[in-house]
């Protein structure tokens, strides 16, 4: 009898077990819905930066980035440390989207929109956002863009100020 009585309780863990593991695969399924839609949120922003012609929505879609960026490192906890692998200076090619060059690339691409319409405040803001939110190795491209568009800033305020006093 006692056999019996352990067959039968093992054969009711053993159909409850599923049943558990189905719940929690629909926490896991929901929580990556909201990941998904997060995601899709900070990809019509960066699209939405480069598709702008208006320097102020581009502007205001870099700091949107950026803050969301803020929630994101939040949310996920500390970043692991950089690896010392060399890191490529141009742009690379990635199979997913990484939210921070995301928002590195809006800030580059609303400075140099900024400097081509002669907004020089504008291009510097976004320049100095792009050097100071993002010194990882992985973004060294574009802080050595924002930096090249800093040099350019100050050499035409040199070239203008030497010209005031001829």
Same mark, same amino acid.
């Given at each position: 009898?006692? &056999? ?7 054969? +009711?863990?053993?159909? =409850? ?6 719940? /929690?695969?629909?926490?896991?399924? &929901? ?10 949120? =900070? ?24 803050? *969301? $960026? ?15 692998? =060399?890191?490529?200076?141009?742009? /690379? +090619? &990635?199979?997913? #989207?990484?939210? #921070?060059?995301? #928002?590195? *690339? ?10 081509? %319409?002669? &907004? ?8 100095? %956002? ?12 574009? +802080?050595?863009? *924002? ?5 350019? $800033?100050? #050499?035409?305020?040199?070239?203008? =100020?030497?010209?005031? /006093? %001829?």
């Amino acid at each position: 009898m006692r &056999r019996e009585k352990r067959w039968w309780l093992m054969v +009711v863990l053993a159909l =409850l077990m599923p049943i558990g593991g189905c719940d /929690t695969s629909r926490q896991s399924s &929901r929580s990556s819905l909201y990941d998904n839609g997060r995601f899709m949120d =900070l990809w019509s922003t960066y699209t939405h930066c480069y598709r702008s012609e208006d320097l102020d929505a581009m502007r205001t879609d870099a700091q949107r980035l950026s803050q *969301a $960026l803020d929630t994101i490192d939040s949310a996920e906890g500390p970043i692991p440390p950089e690896s010392n692998e =060399l890191v490529p200076l141009g742009p /690379t +090619v &990635r199979l997913s #989207a990484d939210p #921070a060059a995301m #928002a590195a *690339a809006c800030a580059l691409h609303a400075g140099q929109a900024a400097l081509g %319409m002669g &907004r020089p405040h504008v291009a510097r803001e976004m320049f100095h %956002m792009v050097i100071t939110n993002f010194p990882q190795p992985r973004y060294r491209y574009y +802080v050595a863009q *924002a930096r090249l568009g800093l040099e350019h $800033l100050d #050499a035409a305020s040199h070239a203008a =100020l030497g010209g005031l /006093t %001829m």
